[in-house]
Nanobody, 123 residues
């Protein structure tokens, strides 16, 4: 099993910054792409950003160059640096990863989700 644990959410004023972290834990697994999604009240979950093993990145239209995703493979951790935050960035942010269990004889690529961390942008 692979477990994702997010941290770094909280309350921030408009224009401020936050850094989210997500660490993967478990045994005998390999991480492929990792990323962040968010879900605001009454809205569907949307992609914020993702990053593959080659550190190629992809961002959702709503973050507009304000957010930066990165990863530390040695620490099995993905980060999301969020700058120039706006009230509309308020949401629960979920970490997402594609992982392969090395004990799986078929090496199936599995999707894993964290429990989410709340980001509130308000004055």
């Amino acid at each position: 099993q692979v477990r994702l644990v997010e941290s770094g959410g909280g309350l921030v004023q408009p224009g401020g910054s936050l850094r989210l972290s997500c660490e993967a834990s478990g045994s005998a697994f390999r991480l492929n792409a990792m990323g962040w999604y968010r879900q605001a009240p009454g809205k569907e979950r949307e992609l914020v950003a993702n990053i593959d093993n080659g550190r190629n990145t992809n961002y959702g239209d709503s973050v507009g160059g304000r957010f930066t995703i990165s990863r530390d493979n040695a620490k099995k951790t993905v980060y999301l640096q969020m700058n120039s935050l706006k009230p509309e960035d308020t949401a629960v942010y979920f970490c997402n990863a594609r992982a392969v269990l090395l004990t799986d004889p078929y090496y199936r690529d599995r999707e894993v989700w964290g429990q989410g961390t709340l980001v509130t942008v308000s004055s």
